[in-house]
């Protein structure tokens, strides 16, 4: 412990004030320099951040390949029954002593499909090979043909049969084969579609398999007949594709 030093004084003066050894010293300057937090690099800046944005919500997973698969699978298995009906229809007219001219009529398989690709699963191979075996059993049939186009991921699917054939009856053969499918199916809204360059007769209608929107259209005239399923769509959705996708197919 230290006194302040004894200085002599002259007699009179004033003595200095006592000085209380235990009395806290009163400081002018802060102790430490408090830190800026608003620094960057400073550690706890980060604590005083705002909270990072949550993450976006995940996407709705989209419906799997079973499930389309399983869809495609009803769906033909309607076709094949349909596919009886017609068949019917053209071996009555067969045995009825109908006629028919030369047709210059010509059915093919396109790769792509409105711009779609053929979808090459190995889980459709046999779906396509019944599809193509409702039509080649038609009396007379040449070039028949089954396949389905898009995307089992995306759900963007369209199956297509068709063939070369004689039909005496367009309108009679087209109504045949869709009261077949409305018999199975209950199709509905049915109405007249654009037959676009090639003639004939064409009709499309909606439909729903295992809960989902199917939309079929079909045509027929002196020398083919044929079909198309769009899954997840409606007559309304696709009629004004129709007529494009037909002369994709057939030519003349």
């Known amino acids: 412990?230290?006194?302040?030093?004894?200085?002599?004084?002259?007699?009179?003066?004033?003595?200095?004030?006592?000085?209380?050894?235990?009395?806290?010293?009163?400081?002018?300057?802060a102790l430490y320099e408090q830190p800026d937090f608003s620094?960057?690099?400073?550690?706890?800046?980060a604590a005083f951040a705002p909270p990072p944005a949550p993450p976006a919500p995940p996407a709705p997973p989209a419906k799997s390949r079973a499930v389309a698969i399983t869809l495609l699978s009803v769906a033909?298995?309607?076709?094949?029954?349909?596919?009886?009906?017609?068949?019917?229809?053209?071996?009555?007219?067969?045995?009825?002593?109908?006629?028919?001219?030369?047709?210059?009529?010509?059915?093919s398989e396109p790769d792509t499909l409105?711009?779609?690709?053929?979808?090459?699963?190995?889980?459709?191979?046999s779906l396509t090979t019944d599809l193509e075996n409702v039509v080649?059993?038609?009396?007379?049939?040449?070039?028949?043909?089954?396949?389905?186009?898009?995307?089992?991921?995306?759900?963007?699917?369209?199956?297509?049969?068709?063939?070369e054939v004689d039909v005496d009856d367009p309108q009679q053969m087209l109504d045949t084969l869709f009261q077949s499918f409305s018999g199975e199916s209950?199709?509905?809204?049915?109405?007249?579609?654009?037959?676009?360059?090639?003639?004939?007769?064409?009709?499309?209608?909606?439909?729903?398999?295992?809960?989902?929107?199917v939309a079929i259209c079909g045509w027929a005239d002196e020398g083919s007949v044929g079909m198309i399923l769009y899954f997840y769509e409606t007559a309304v959705d696709v009629k004004g594709d129709f007529p494009g996708m037909r002369e994709e197919i057939e030519t003349k």
Do not use: R
Request: glycine fraction near 14%; aromatic fraction near 8%; include cysteine.
């Open 39 to 45: 620094q960057p690099g400073y550690p706890m800046a």
């Open 76 to 107: 033909i298995a309607f076709v094949v029954l349909v596919g009886g009906g017609v068949v019917f229809y053209l071996i009555g007219e067969k045995l009825s002593g109908g006629t028919t001219e030369e047709s210059t009529i010509s059915i």
């Open 1 to 29: 412990m230290t006194y302040p030093p004894h200085h002599p004084s002259s007699p009179g003066d004033p003595l200095p004030p006592a000085v209380d050894p235990f009395e806290t010293p009163q400081y002018t300057q």
């Open 136 to 163: 080649s059993g038609y009396p007379g049939a040449a070039n028949a043909f089954g396949a389905v186009y898009g995307s089992l991921e995306d759900q963007k699917m369209i199956a297509v049969l068709a063939s």
């Open 186 to 213: 209950q199709l509905t809204g049915v109405s007249p579609a654009s037959t676009g360059s090639l003639g004939g007769v064409a009709q499309c209608g909606s439909s729903e398999i295992e809960k989902e929107d």
């Open 114 to 125: 409105n711009g779609h690709s053929k979808i090459e699963a190995e889980e459709l191979s």
